[in-house]
Structure formats: C-alpha cells, structure tokens
C-alpha cells in the first residue's frame, strides 16, 4: 500500500508551485546606501521590512535574499499560524513565569493583529481562523488533556476527525492555517508596494562596521550596500555573527503531501471544520487540508545531520517518506486507495529554548533574531516588532521582556552536539513506546531546562 501511494509522489514543495514562485526581483549589481538592510526573504525579514516602512514611509529599507523570496522554510512549512510565541504553556510559564500571562496575551495579540493584516493588506494566502485539534493516540497521553481549555471525548474527537486512532483531544481555537508560500510572495508585494527594494540572488557574505562614517557593511558576492541598520533574518543557516554560531542546530522536517481527495473520501473522514491536527507523542505528526483538499502530512522524523550541515541532498530521505505513508494509512484507513502527490523535506532552526532569542550587535546597529523551532509562522511578526523597537534605542514593553533580554545556552561543539541530539531522538521514541515514561537522560534535560517534550 505505502509503495503503490509514493510510486507517483514527485520531490518538490506544492506550496511553492501553487503559488507559482519564482525569481521576481533583481539582483543587487551596484553599490549603494540605505537606512535600513534587511538581510533574509522569509517571513522574519519581510514582516520586518513592511513594518519598518509602516512606522516611517520615507526611510529607504533594502531586502536581501540569498536565493528567492520564502524559497526555505517560509514557504515549506505546515502553514500552521499559531498564537504562541513560547512553545507552548508549558514551555512559557517554565521559563518565564513571572511574565507568562503577559506573553501568552502578546501571542493572543499577535495573531489577531496577523488576521487584520491578511484583510487590510489584502494578503492573499488562503487565511483560515479553523483553530487546532490535538489527540491523543496512546492511552498515557489521555490525562495529559485533563486540564486542556476545551476537552473533548472519543465520540466528539470522532465527529470532527474520523479516526481509529484518536482516543480523546482537546481543541484550540487560537490557530489559523495559511498557504505557507503565498503569504511570503503576497509579503513581498505588500513591502514593493510600501517602497521596499527587494534584491534576490544576492546571498550577503560578511557585514563589518564602519566606524569612520559609522555605518554598517552589508557585502554580497557582487556589491556592497552601507547601512545605517541592520536586521539579519537567516534563521537557520549559518549564521553572519560569530556569536551565534552555536545558537542554533539545523533538523529536517518531512511532509507529504495527498492528491485532491474526492468528495466521498472527504466525508469518509468528515473534517468539515478543516481545522489543524497535531497528536500528542514526542515525536509527533502534524496535519491539515489544503484550499484544493488534499491532505498534508508530516513530522515524527526529525533529523539532525552531523556538523550541523545544510545540504539539498538531505531533503530526498525514502525511509522518512514510507514511515510517514505507513503512519497515514493508520491513522486514515478508509484512504487506502490515496496516492500522495508530493514529497519534500525543510529544515527547522531550534535553539536550546525553543523559542526565538533576540540581540544587538555592532554598537547597536545589527538586530538579529532566530531559534523559532518551528512556530515561526506567528511569531516571526512578533518577532519583526522586536527587532525595530531593539534599533530604535529605546526602552519599549517588548524590548523589556525578559524573553528578549534573556540568551538561552548555545549548543555544545561537534561533535558533542550530534551525539546530544541524536541520543535525545532515541530516548523521545523510547518514551513514546513506553507508556511516555522519560528515562534519567530526558528527566537531566528537564531539569537543565533543556527537556522538549513536544
């Protein structure tokens, strides 16, 4: 069943053939000056850029993109828009608990001021306010939903999402679904539109400051732009400051993704609300509809490479795909006779507090931000409003946070690292196989606050 399903599944990321991506913007040939020089066309530097133009209509804001606008991770994601900005309740009132409440409400904040904006800029990303069902599949996960907002038993699990794996959820209405690429490219459209200067193809290779005119350098492979600000959006590659080298550790996602399901296969399932699906495992799966009704399918492997490496030939993995095929089936029997249309792989930038982690660098001139560990999709605007109020200099509700005052412990060298990570996916799937027992090396995790269990 899993060969026949994959026999067709081409490598290549729907969401950005649907949207139609493509190289639209030039360039940066010739050397020039701006006020502001954002370095990274995913979300991060684009809601960074808008916003930036949004305060100040005259400041002259510069994008740079190694390769295309939201070609990695902004355009391969779920597209699943989350409130949170913590990792979670858990996560947050672990790290931050005298300043949880106040940060949940920020998240809640943001994401209403996101859903104004896909209206008022006209965002066209196929926004959809559906909210997220989380199950259990294995009966120790059942009391981790006791003291879920809005519990649901196997009979109301079973008329939202018919599935014979689903024992009982809880729902959360503070989630909307996107179309991951579109909402890059229509990004990318708002901010030209704004005034922005969008150069693809110009991967920036070292920045440096100036401290005769007091300006940053921002060189790419061809020119060299001269700044007055900085925000460097890379997110998980390598990063252009020293200092966050070690910040963050690069672990491939895998998705599939199903041919457009007939109208007998949808009411096979139900699924009407067309909310997010997520399960409660360690290493857990992530699903949703698309506009067009297939059904997108992912996570459980998540795969560091030794070193750290970022290589396109880690996105091809035939044992992450069948694993995913084989736990599809399971989940959705009544599918068997689905093929799967599409196959890829993106990579998740995570940092050892899950969240993203904020900072200045170069006399204050160069903001940076990264570590989102997959929730970037909401919190990257969060993140963008950081960033600005950090270069504006002065003291603001954000830039007092202790969130964004605080670095989280940078992973160790290679190659402890590699063993770190992979003895801790080994010891997560232990735990999913043993009634969610976490053994001594998870339980040291959790009391270095270094634990994930999400």
Same mark, same amino acid.
Do not use: Y
């Given at each position: 069943m899993v060969e026949r399903a994959l026999g067709a599944a081409r490598s290549g990321v729907y969401w950005l053939e649907e949207a139609g991506a493509q190289t639209r913007y030039p360039a940066l040939s010739a050397s020039t000056k701006s006020e502001l020089t954002v370095v990274g066309g995913g979300y991060l530097g684009l809601w960074t850029a808008v916003n930036a133009k949004r305060r100040d209509p005259g400041r002259r804001v510069v994008l740079l993109e190694a390769r295309t606008i939201g070609w990695a991770a902004s355009g391969r994601n779920g597209g699943f828009c989350e409130s949170s900005i913590t990792h979670g309740r858990e996560n947050g009132q672990t790290r931050w608990p005298d300043e949880y409440d106040t940060l949940h409400k920020l998240g809640a904040d943001n994401l209403d001021s996101f859903e104004r904006d896909v209206s008022d800029l006209g965002l066209d990303c196929h926004w959809q306010r559906t909210g997220t069902l989380s199950v259990a599949v294995e009966k120790h996960q059942v009391p981790w939903l006791q003291n879920a907002a &809005? *519990?649901?038993?196997?009979?109301?699990?079973? /008329?939202?999402?018919?599935?014979? +794996?689903?024992?009982?959820?809880?729902?959360?209405?503070?989630?909307?679904?996107? &179309? *991951?690429?579109?909402?890059?490219?229509?990004? /990318?459209?708002?901010?030209?539109? +704004?005034?922005?200067?969008?150069?693809?193809?110009?991967?920036?290779?070292d920045i440096r400051h100036d401290k005769a005119s007091n300006t940053v350098e921002v060189r790419t492979e061809l020119a060299t732009m001269r700044s007055d600000q900085v925000v460097l959006a890379t997110n998980v590659f390598r990063s252009l400051l020293r200092r966050n080298r070690l910040m963050t550790v690069p672990v491939y996602d895998y998705v599939l993704l199903t041919e457009p399901l007939s109208q007998e296969q949808l009411a096979s399932i139900g699924w009407s609300g067309r909310q997010g699906l997520t399960d409660l495992a360690n290493q857990f799966h992530y699903s949703r509809l698309t506009h067009d009704n297939r059904i997108l399918y992912g996570g459980y492997d998540a795969v560091y490479h030794a070193g750290g490496k970022i290589k396109e030939e880690y996105e091809e993995r035939p044992q992450s795909f069948q694993r995913l095929a084989s736990h599809f089936f399971a989940t959705f029997p009544q599918l068997e006779d689905v093929r799967f249309s599409h196959r890829w792989a993106g990579v998740i930038d995570t940092c050892t507090q899950f969240t993203a982690f904020y900072g200045l660098s170069h006399q204050g001139r160069v903001a940076h931000a990264a570590g989102f560990t997959g929730l970037g999709v909401g919190a990257t605007r969060f993140a963008a409003d950081v960033l600005l109020d950090l270069l504006s200099g002065e003291k603001t509700p954000l830039t007092e946070l202790e969130m964004v005052r605080k670095r989280p412990l940078p992973f160790p060298p290679e190659p402890i690292t590699t063993i770190g990570v992979n003895l801790t996916r080994w010891a997560l799937d232990r735990a999913d196989h043993r009634e969610g027992r976490r053994n001594l090396f998870l339980r040291t995790l959790d009391a270095a606050g270094l634990g994930f269990d999400t």
């Open positions: &809005h *519990p649901l038993d196997r009979e109301a699990v079973q /008329a939202q999402i018919n599935s014979p +794996l689903f024992l009982q959820g809880a729902f959360d209405p503070d989630c909307a679904l996107v &179309h *991951p690429a579109r909402l890059a490219l229509e990004l /990318a459209r708002v901010a030209v539109t +704004l005034g922005v200067e969008i150069h693809e193809h110009s991967p920036v290779v």
